[in-house]
């Protein structure tokens, strides 16, 4: 099927229906850091390829770049769909948020061709292009418009089957052109749109929650498919106390209903999300987090692209960093089954990827299709269907719950796609340590409980062997809270699954009451709160701390176990502080070599003061290797018995019982 090209007057009737897959959309004014996700200015220079075996070149790195990009002019947006482009200038939409992600809707739905339909008033261009998996930009056709004309162009979706994008750009003549809006189309194969409830699970984070409440009540159209909204409320806090909550709630137009629980974590509000929507004929489930804040476009592009697709898919969006709103947290996960830990699933890709630094058409990688293990929930769209076949959330509080039922769906044959052009803007990992403190028993024993479950290897791989350097890294950090929330998982990993729904709204509260036995988790906020900081011997040369080299690194781990464990805390480092240490430096390496710190958290709020016990280091180390050796050893029978109960513990009937004994009054 070759590309063609048509140009129709405005008021020009077709015979074939069309659907709309995905519209043009732009920044709120509000939002303008935002705008280089929705539109580009200037041409861009495709990546360099060898024109014979199509290896990138290594002439200018193989990096596509702008040739002329301009800033961009916010009085131009004209409305959420409609911008102008200024006499001369060009403007793209080979954007984030408004190119067409082809390579997803070839490999993954039910459509073949789609069409390009693009309302302008004024004089110029629209050219159409496209690229391939490697990054290389193609171009597709270029056609005059003049006055008010719809602009089509009929696109196949044949060359996409390892990645690549559709895109167009506008150009300007000696006048203004307008934008007035544009959309990717598929002829309409009938049928109607499938529902949705839209569940938010939320922990005293009522402005969020209002905030995005807020949202979709100023976009009806995301509404539209909206069956139901729901909060589960596990926290103090309630949004529905919230000043205008009641003007919110209003415009909503009946669709919200909020249950008050107990804190069940994450997985617990989530669990009740999927309950509910599949106890009220939902179609789909839409988890969101409660620390974000939505594109309202992203509910219909995810709602349409699951409705095309093959199979009964769970759809995800992306997550961009809430205070630099233009990275990009991640393109796609996958969990490395040997380590059991997420892994970028391409070659290239960029953690933490900036839009400002390099827009989608200056990004090779950006190009190739992305297959996922899973997709996070802070914005993951779930068929019923699925989740009527699989069940609910294992009953695991707040980490891996959405790694653990994406494999567990990938087993039972349901895809996960992380879908491009659909995201929210969540607080970013950079801001947060949870590894560190209450999180990390949540972390460990999750993870392994997920290992358990779904590890092809007999042993489970490295994830045994990981969990005790992990316990030996913070024991030497002097982070002893940490390492006796890690021994805790250990201990309940062996215990089994049959009481994880018992502890789950008692676990939190048993780790906290832990906090006033280490002085590690005990956090001031005044920075004079602590003596000043003083060593009584200067760093060697004054050089400091270095890491150890891959080479030197086991030598240098033993020499420094044993100081620990047998040298005798300086009484000085008892009275103060060795250093004061901010949280980026917080390396185990740096920190054991100190016999007391005070340590900044990741949050910039307030600092602890970490000090050196041999004592509280020689038990929890004999502990942590003790229960790691248990757990290696008797993994295969492990694994069985986790394998065995989890149909039961993520089934409908185990959490309709957890639901009763702890939902609250609303």
């Known amino acids: 099927m070759s590309d063609t090209v048509t140009t129709t007057p405005e008021t020009s009737a077709e015979a074939t229906p069309w659907q709309t897959l995905q519209r043009v959309v732009l920044p709120n004014l509000s939002d303008l850091d935002t705008a280089p996700l929705y539109m580009d200015t200037g041409s861009a220079l495709s990546v360099q390829l060898n024109t014979m075996d199509g290896s990138v070149s290594t002439q200018g790195g193989g990096q596509a770049r702008s040739s002329d990009g301009k800033e961009i002019h916010a009085e131009d947006f004209k409305s959420r769909r409609s911008t102008l482009v200024r006499a001369g200038e060009r403007v793209s939409f080979g954007t984030y948020f408004n190119a067409f992600p082809a390579s997803y809707w070839r490999r993954w739905t039910t459509i073949q061709s789609v069409r390009l339909s693009v309302k302008t008033s004024g004089s110029g261009g629209v050219s159409v ?15 005059r418009v003049t006055d008010t004309a719809v602009t089509t162009f009929d696109l196949t979706l044949a060359p996409f089957g390892d990645g690549g994008w559709y895109w167009f750009d506008l150009v300007a003549g000696s006048g203004s052109l307008v934008l007035d809006e544009a959309e990717w189309q598929a002829p309409h194969a009938g049928g109607t749109h499938g529902s949705i409830t839209l569940e938010i699970t939320t922990l005293n984070k009522p402005d969020f929650c209002l905030n995005n409440l ?31 909550f009641a003007e919110v709630e209003a415009a909503l137009q009946g669709k919200l209903r909020i249950i008050n629980q107990a804190n069940l974590g994450g997985s617990g509000g989530f669990a009740r999300g999927m309950y509910e929507a599949v106890e009220n004929g939902s179609d789909y489930a839409l988890l969101l987090d409660d620390d974000v804040v939505i594109e309202p476009e992203s509910i219909a592009r995810l709602l349409t692209f699951a409705d095309h697709c093959k199979t009964p898919t769970i759809v995800g969006g992306h997550m961009f960093d809430l205070y630099n709103r233009t990275v990009l947290h991640t393109f796609g996960e996958t969990v490395n089954p040997w380590r059991f830990q997420p892994d970028q699933p391409v070659e290239g890709q960029v953690l933490g990827h900036d839009f ?21 929930w802070w914005m993951c769209l779930i068929p019923t269907a699925v989740i009527r076949d699989i069940g609910l959330s294992l009953p695991v509080f707040i980490k891996w719950d959405d790694a653990e039922y994406g494999l567990r769906a990938k087993a039972a044959g349901y895809p996960t796609v992380s879908m491009p052009g659909s995201a929210v803007w969540h607080v970013s990992w950079i801001d947060k340590d949870d590894l560190v403190g209450w999180q990390a028993y949540f972390h460990t024993r999750n993870r392994m409980i997920a290992a358990l479950i779904h590890s092809p290897y007999e042993h489970g791989g490295r994830v045994v062997r990981e969990s ?49 036995e280490f002085p590690d988790s005990q956090f001031k906020t005044d920075p004079d709160a602590f003596p000043a900081a003083r060593m009584d011997k200067p760093p060697r ?34 009275e103060r502080p060795q250093a004061v240490v901010a949280h980026q430096d917080n390396k185990w390496w740096r920190m054991s070599q100190y016999d007391s710190a005070v340590v900044s958290n990741a949050e910039g709020s307030g600092a602890s003061w970490y000090q050196r016990d041999p004592r509280k280091l020689r038990s929890m180390l004999t502990e942590a290797g003790r229960l790691n050796a248990e757990i290696l050893r008797n993994w295969p029978q492990l694994s069985a018995r986790y394998k065995a109960a989890a149909a039961e513990i993520s089934s409908f009937e185990a959490w309709k019982k957890t639901f009763e004994a702890h939902s609250e009054k609303s």
């Open 129 to 143: 292009y496209k690229s391939n998996a490697r990054g290389s930009l193609q171009h597709v056709e270029t056609k």
């Open 214 to 244: 807020s949202i979709l009540a100023d976009h009806p159209e995301s509404l539209a498919p909206l069956k139901e909204i729901l909060v589960v409320d596990q926290g103090t806090q309630k949004v529905a106390d919230q000043p205008g």
């Open 356 to 376: 400002v630094r390099s827009n989608l058409r200056h990004t090779p990688w950006l190009h190739r299709r992305v297959d996922v293990d899973y997709n996070g």
């Open 468 to 516: 005790g350097y992990m316990d030996i890294k913070h024991l030497i950090s002097m982070q002893y809270f940490t390492a006796r929330g890690r021994i805790m998982a250990l201990q309940d990993i062996l215990k089994g699954p049959e009481s994880l729904h018992e502890v789950l709204p008692t676990k939190l509260p048993d780790i906290r009451a832990m906090v006033k």
């Open 541 to 574: 040369q004054g050089q400091g701390f270095r890491a150890p080299s891959y080479a030197t690194l086991v030598p240098w781990a033993a020499k420094t176990l044993v100081r620990q464990l047998s040298k005798p805390v300086q009484d000085s480092s008892r």
